[in-house]
T-cell receptor, first 114, second 113 residues
Framework: DAKTTQPTSMDCAEGRAANLPCNHSTISGNEYVYWYRQIHSQGPQYIIHGLKNNETNEMASLIITEDRKSSTLILPHATLRDTAVYYCIVRVVGVTGGGNKLTFGTGTQLKVEL | DAGITQSPRYKITETGRQVTLMCHQTWSHSYMFWYRQDLGHGLRLIYYSAAADITDKGEVPDGYVVSRSKTENFPLTLESATRSQTSVYFC????????????FGNGTRLTVT
């Protein structure tokens, strides 16, 4: 799986959009971009994933650049409860033999403040 | 929606003891995973299972044993616990191999004294 690079930490004011970047310059054509977050003392929570088109769900939006070498997770109106570590992961989909494994990096600590 | 549950939530054991961490999911997901989380290492995969009676090693399997006699359960056993196995352990499951997201339990915090 391709390696990802994320900033160690970011701050965001409550009510503002939080834009979390991720660099995955070695991503290959069959690798998806996944985002998870982990709130303190809880298990990681799935947020969103995409291949090359932008994606949106009730939690967030995912913007993937045209060359797919980077992406941005957008939380449109951050709240205090969005304070968490956010993980960007790329992985191959549709292969056998453990293709569903996820390799987590150290993520971005997002702190949402009043 | 019970989802995926882990037990116990906290466990303290002594070096050399055997301890089993339990994981149960109610979705009938095919895939199940065990991760450990340590400061400075993030989440590391210990073992995973593609279906009942099918298991395979992850990144850090040494010192651990798993079994999967039923689809819904995936226990993790430390046969002779060591202090280096002090960690937070997360179990996860996913529906298929073809890109479905992983759903995690809330973890077991294990301390080996």
């Amino acid at each position: 799986d391709a390696k990802t690079t994320q900033p160690t930490s970011m701050d965001c004011a409550e009510g503002r959009a939080a834009n979390l970047p991720c660099n995955h310059s070695t991503i290959s054509g069959n690798e998806y971009v996944y985002w998870y977050r982990q709130i303190h003392s809880q298990g990681p929570q799935y947020i969103i994933h995409g291949l090359k088109n932008n994606e949106t769900n009730e939690m967030a939006s995912l913007i993937i650049t045209e060359d797919r070498k980077s992406s941005t997770l957008i939380l449109p109106h951050a709240t205090l409860r969005d304070t968490a570590v956010y993980y960007c992961i790329v992985r191959v989909v549709g292969v056998t033999g453990g293709g569903n494994k996820l390799t987590f990096g150290t993520g971005t600590q997002l702190k949402v403040e009043l | 929606d019970a989802g995926i549950t882990q037990s116990p939530r906290y466990k303290i054991t002594e070096t050399g003891r055997q301890v089993t961490l339990m994981c149960h999911q109610t979705w009938s997901h095919s895939y199940m995973f065990w991760y450990r989380q340590d400061l400075g290492h993030g989440l590391r995969l210990i073992y995973y299972s593609a279906a009942a009676d099918i298991t395979d090693k992850g990144e850090v399997p040494d010192g651990y044993v798993v079994s999967r006699s039923k689809t819904e359960n995936f226990p993790l056993t430390l046969e002779s616990a060591t202090r280096s196995q002090t960690s937070v352990y997360f179990c996860a499951s996913s529906l298929t191999e073809s890109g479905s997201p992983l759903h995690f339990g809330n973890g077991t915090r294990l301390t080996v004294t």
